[in-house]
């Protein structure tokens, strides 16, 4: 290998970190895959030796931020050490709701990601499934209440963190919280 070689991996890693910071700062419509290549110092060809296109590329960034922050919250739930369901679903949407308003541009991204890139990947669900299941409900009943949670409090962050409505987070999160809990009664 000469020194201006690179391994596939690093140049992918380059890729996805140039895409990251750039959805992030202007948005997934405004990032074209010749600016990601630039910012990852590569060909724009480059780029397509990995991706199919920028929305393949969108579709593991939104995962692989989708997936930091689940995991986030599940940890801070466990550690909380939640005795029922209802108060394990409230703790967990209460570390998302506060790391959701803290970083609003993850938000953005992981909202306007775009119709495939949505965090329903069962990978990353699994252990939040596992936390949250209700006793003697099947596992599509489980899926299914939390899929119903997820998307009631990712919308509901996202009207109030970015667009202020119906009013600022500090002001809808307790109701938030109250409706999440009732959803794990």
């Given at each position: 290998?000469?020194?201006?070689?690179?391994?596939?991996?690093?140049?992918?890693?380059?890729?996805?970190?140039?895409a990251t910071a750039l959805f992030l700062q202007k948005g997934v419509a405004q990032t074209s895959v010749g600016e990601?290549?630039?910012?990852?110092?590569?060909?724009?060809?480059?780029?397509?030796?990995?991706?199919?296109?920028?929305?393949?590329?969108?579709?593991?960034?939104?995962?692989?931020?989708?997936?930091?922050?689940?995991?986030?919250?599940?940890?801070?739930?466990?550690?909380?050490?939640?005795?029922?369901?209802?108060?394990?679903?409230?703790?967990?949407?209460?570390?998302?709701?506060?790391?959701?308003?803290?970083?609003?541009?993850?938000?953005?991204?992981?909202?306007?990601?775009?119709?495939?890139?949505?965090?329903?990947?069962?990978?990353?669900?699994?252990?939040?499934?596992?936390?949250?299941?209700?006793?003697?409900?099947?596992?599509?009943?489980?899926?299914?209440?939390?899929?119903?949670?997820?998307?009631?409090?990712?919308?509901?962050?996202?009207?109030?963190?970015?667009?202020?409505?119906?009013?600022?987070?500090?002001?809808?999160?307790?109701?938030?919280?109250?409706?999440?809990?009732?959803?794990?009664?």
């Open positions: 290998m000469t020194v201006t070689e690179v391994p596939r991996d690093q140049k992918r890693a380059r890729i996805e970190a140039a990601i290549a630039r910012a990852a110092s590569v060909a724009k060809g480059t780029f397509y030796l990995y991706f199919k296109d920028k929305q393949a590329l969108v579709d593991k960034v939104v995962a692989e931020k989708g997936g930091e922050t689940l995991c986030r919250a599940v940890e801070r739930t466990r550690q909380a050490g939640c005795v029922d369901r209802p108060a394990a679903a409230a703790r967990f949407c209460e570390c998302l709701i506060d790391f959701y308003a803290e970083n609003p541009s993850i938000l953005r991204f992981i909202v306007r990601g775009g119709p495939g890139a949505e965090l329903h990947h069962r990978e990353l669900l699994a252990p939040l499934e596992e936390l949250l299941a209700l006793p003697g409900e099947s596992a599509e009943q489980s899926r299914n209440r939390l899929m119903v949670m997820l998307d009631f409090l990712v919308t509901a962050c996202y009207r109030s963190i970015v667009e202020g409505q119906p009013a600022a987070i500090e002001v809808i999160k307790p109701l938030l919280l109250q409706t999440v809990a009732g959803i794990y009664r």
